[in-house]
């Protein structure tokens, strides 16, 4: 839809794989709310603003447009959330997404902290703008089937089990490991193609696994480990 905005105050089912416009979707109950999706359903400028109860995301979901969390919890455990499209303005402040991929020639501005708590798969990434220093924060595998991904925001791998990186290109961005506990994992060698791209190994440890790292810029073990050296 074009225009204005749908207030949803109960439970809210998409099965439209497709929609453009500047409408506005707002959960918006103040009791629990399901939402479900069916054959690909989708959402454009998804708001989250609850005063009490959970919106619980059942199904796998394509957001595109603008995601905004101004208030309210939320629970999409054991989903995948596919962020897509160009133009993508996220503010998600305090919602843990479970796993994120970034496809269809996503470009994406992030106006907070992006909190995923499963994996970050990175399709099709085309570009992003950031703002004051925000970063994505991964607690599980960090994978990328993009060859050429174009953006350079920052990776935080903060879970406290193992993780693996995997794939193909990366951000041009700083990668940080900040873990208690576990390792992070190099499944394939990691080429950072970004001019002085640092990895810092702020806490936890970086196992290559025989595999090297290849950047301009350094590795900083400011107050990690680097072992299994390529």
């Not at 993508?88 to 994406?108: G, H, K, R, Y």
């Not at 174009?150 to 940080?176: A, M, P, W």
């Amino acid at each position: 839809f074009s225009a204005g905005t749908v207030r949803a105050l109960g439970d809210v089912d998409l099965n439209d794989s497709s929609y453009t416009g500047n409408g506005v979707l707002e959960i918006a109950g103040s009791a629990g709310q399901i939402i479900t999706t069916s054959g690909g359903g989708m959402a454009r400028n998804l708001v989250i603003n609850k005063d009490a109860g959970t919106a619980a995301f059942a199904n796998n979901i394509n957001l595109e447009g603008s995601v905004t969390h101004i208030t309210g919890d939320t629970d999409f455990s054991g989903t995948t959330v596919y962020l897509r499209g160009a133009g993508l303005v996220l503010d998600t402040n305090e919602i843990t997404f479970d796993n994120v991929v970034f496809s269809s020639n996503a470009n994406f501005s992030l106006l907070s902290d992006l909190t995923i708590g499963g994996n970050l798969e990175i399709s099709s990434l085309a570009g992003n703008n950031l703002g004051n220093g925000y970063v994505i924060n991964v607690a599980g595998d960090l994978t990328s089937s993009d060859s050429v991904v174009v953006g350079n925001f920052g990776i935080k791998l903060n879970g406290g089990g193992n993780q693996t990186v995997s794939g193909g290109d990366l951000t041009d961005g700083t990668i940080t490991i900040d873990k208690m506990s576990g390792t992070v994992f190099l499944a394939d060698d990691l080429v950072l193609n970004g001019s002085n791209q640092n990895v810092n190994i702020a806490s936890g440890a970086l196992d290559l696994g025989g595999h090297t790292i290849t950047t301009s810029g350094m590795v900083d073990l400011a107050g990690g480990t680097l072992k299994g050296g390529g």
